[in-house]
């Protein structure tokens, strides 16, 4: 059951919090800019305008809501709450970044985001906020979007969350020195008719499970529709260069070795140009629904690459329908990016034009029920916010395009990407919550110039582990692609472990673009090793220098995943216990030892009499087990029928002198330390007859 309002209380500031609290609006009345002051506990008012609080106790936490009610024509400016929150020197302290490729990720109060570099800007400053924010590059001075903590014990965290960015973007920013946190509500050109819903915000101190339970449960968002998945894409091995011959050979690799995928997609490089979606180009003779049929017959659904709100510099879209663009104020169309792969500088399509919704309308008619493609991937979704018309917030603009997205595209599968991600909470299925894998570690010449939303492994995983809390609860994650093979790019073999095993621990979507068919036999085991695969909460992630300690639960199991991404070697303590791994057993009382760029896996025993410890065939070992029953001295055993690997499993049992049989046949017990232990064959160990036995939960009703 997922943790709500209705757990037990923990301590809060409270009303002791909330009487601290100051703020301030700024508006135009008649040409003149003025401001008035206000606060949480009483009504301020003039004669333009009334502003209004209203405070609610939630568990753990309160909610907030400032209401503006004009008395005459005012426009409003901006706004912003000033909290004061301690930070010591201990803290840890999350912005959210403010699209899906920003760099999300804990900070100390002594770090700092540095400005990107000037000489980038005409080519990157697009993607990100730094046209908009004044990004001051000082250490304890942060700033993000939507939602935001400052973790002041490993355990506990105040978290602060918009409860509507529909109506515009929340912007968080934090002064460590000065202990505060200021809530800048996007507002700038809205001239209000009636009362007005200027900040609705959450805040609260606990636990992450409580605080984040808290907030979605607030946010009141639909269900999702969908377990989490595993899937195929074709970018990160091909990236434009794709043909019909090699789609259908890495199909035809993937379904040989009968893989239990769930999504095969087409990524980039089918379309004419960016921008044209009609038709395919000559690289697909046979066309689009030709492949979706195809992936089709092998039981997978069929996944395509669309970019919805922008065209590239050569599209027909551009050259025929100049004014379907978003223009500047000098008439020209606004550029949302470029891409030397296509052909430069791209465009923002205006999302609030009648004819270019209708043009979306027939491109998504196509693909969805003409094609019969299941799944569709948005990317670059922050270019319909590129600039918003008079009157509207930016934050306002995104959520009526998500909004429309949701609309046109109905039951079938969305995975967005390149978006802000408050609009995206309940809109999309699966959301990417971090930049593009690279081929090689980091991209030193990105990180010098400090661009934040660059292709990077390593930010890719700081964002997985960052943004963790989203995952299964405003939509399943997509920390991007694992890289098992190695050819075609510069990864060591323990950062490609690494990719893969925090990318499973943290995902609710994962793919891989490699041919399964170059695989040696220790990287085939390795790929398969993910199956059966099933969705895991995230329960604590805890920093060790460059490396992390995250626990999870998936399947009434714990884990840990001890995982370093640093160049160093790393120690990572566990908590007291037992733990299974590699086919050992470790006690807690020792520590990890990691190589630079290398992770590991580890169960942890719950302490029962008679338990399933662990196995030799599964990422996360155990995970391949359907049913575990004991009876006295008689255990039964089966697996999922989407495991893979022979090997073996590890049931710890009381003592040696008893005769224990697993599946009728008869084990003969061992020692292994302190500890007796039955090592049972996965030969031995039978499929369920039914293939639908594995149940994903498909809701928020699980822990965060």
């Not at 292709?455 to 890289?483: E, K, Q, Y």
């Not at 030969?683 to 809701?699: F, H, T």
């Amino acid at each position: 059951m997922r943790h709500t309002r209705l757990m037990g209380p923990t301590k809060q500031p409270g009303r002791h919090r909330m009487k601290n609290v100051k703020g301030k609006l700024t508006y135009r009345r008649e040409g003149v800019v003025m401001t008035l002051n206000f606060d949480l506990i009483d009504q301020a008012e003039n004669d333009d305008l009334v502003i209004a609080p209203t405070t609610g106790a939630t568990v753990p936490g309160e909610r907030w809501t400032v209401t503006v009610t004009p008395r005459t024509t005012v426009t409003l400016l901006a706004a912003e709450l000033r909290v004061p929150v301690p930070v010591p020197p201990y803290s840890r302290i999350f912005v959210n970044g403010y699209q899906t490729w920003t760099e999300s990720r804990e900070l100390g109060p002594r770090d700092r985001i540095p400005s990107l570099n000037r000489l980038a800007r005409s080519r990157c400053s697009m993607y990100g906020d730094y046209e908009f924010v004044t990004n001051p590059g000082f250490p304890g001075r942060f700033h993000g979007w939507t939602y935001g903590y400052v973790r002041t014990k490993s355990d506990l965290l105040t978290l602060f969350g918009s409860l509507a960015e529909q109506t515009g973007f929340t912007l968080v920013t934090v002064a460590a020195s000065a202990g505060r946190v200021t809530l800048q509500k996007e507002c700038g050109g809205v001239t209000p008719a009636s009362p007005y819903v200027l900040y609705d915000v959450y805040v609260g101190t606990g636990t992450d499970r409580e605080t984040f339970g808290c907030y979605f449960d607030l946010l009141g968002l639909r269900p999702l529709r969908t377990p989490p998945l595993t899937g195929w894409t074709s970018w990160y091995n091909y990236y434009t260069g794709i043909t019909q011959e090699i789609i259908q050979h890495n199909l035809d690799a993937l379904g040989e070795h009968k893989v239990p995928l769930d999504v095969f997609q087409i990524d980039d490089g089918w379309q004419h140009a960016v921008g044209d979606w009609l038709t395919a180009n000559a690289k697909f003779p046979d066309g689009m629904g030709t492949m979706a049929d195809a992936i089709h017959r092998r039981g997978y659904k069929a996944g395509l690459w669309v970019t919805p709100f922008i065209a590239e510099e050569r599209s027909d879209l551009l050259r025929n329908h100049p004014d379907w663009f978003l223009t500047d104020d000098h008439g020209k169309p606004v550029k949302a990016g470029y891409n030397p792969s296509w052909s430069g500088f791209f465009y923002s399509l205006d999302v609030a034009n009648p004819t270019v919704r209708s043009y979306l309308r027939d491109v998504f008619d196509l693909i969805l029920h003409a094609w019969h493609f299941d799944l569709v991937k948005l990317d670059f979704l922050y270019a319909a916010c590129r600039k918003a018309p008079e009157g509207k917030t930016r934050g306002q603009v995104m959520s009526e395009s998500m909004q429309f997205l949701r609309d046109i595209i109905g039951d079938n599968l969305i995975l967005g990407c390149g978006v802000p991600l408050g609009p995206a909470f309940g809109q999309v299925d699966f959301c990417r919550i971090g930049g593009d894998v690279a081929l090689k570690w980091e991209d030193r010449l990105l990180s010098t110039i400090h661009y934040r939303e660059r292709v990077s492994t390593v930010c890719a995983l700081r964002n997985a582990i960052g943004r963790r809390h989203l995952n299964g609860m405003a939509f399943w994650n997509d920390p991007d692609v694992t890289i098992l093979r190695d050819t075609g790019n510069s990864l060591t073999e323990a950062q490609r472990r690494t990719l893969f095993l925090v990318n499973q621990a943290m995902g609710g979507l994962v793919f891989t673009s490699d041919d399964i068919s170059s695989y040696t036999d220790a990287q085939l085991r390795q790929y398969l090793s993910q199956f059966p695969f099933s969705a895991k909460a995230a329960l604590e992630a805890r920093p060790f220098g460059e490396a992390w300690r995250l626990t999870l639960s998936a399947e009434n199991a714990t884990y840990v995943v001890a995982a370093n991404l640093g160049s160093r070697p790393a120690t990572i303590d566990l908590d007291p216990g037992i733990y299974y791994c590699n086919g050992r057993l470790v006690d807690g009382q020792e520590s990890l030892q990691l190589l630079p760029f290398d992770s590991t896996c580890l169960r942890k025993a719950n302490g029962d009499n008679i338990e399933l410890l662990g196995t030799t065939t599964h990422l996360f070992p155990g995970l391949d087990i359907a049913h575990f029953e004991c009876h006295e001295t008689s255990i039964e055993l089966r697996r999922f029928d989407t495991a893979q690997l022979e090997g073996e499993a590890l049931i710890g049992i009381p003592d040696t002198s008893a005769r224990w049989t697993v599946n009728g046949e008869a084990v003969a017990p061992e020692r292994q330390g302190i500890h007796t232990v039955l090592r049972v064959p996965m030969a031995r160990v039978a499929r369920p007859v039914d293939s639908g036995i594995l149940l994903r939960a498909a809701s928020r009703d699980k822990e965060v």
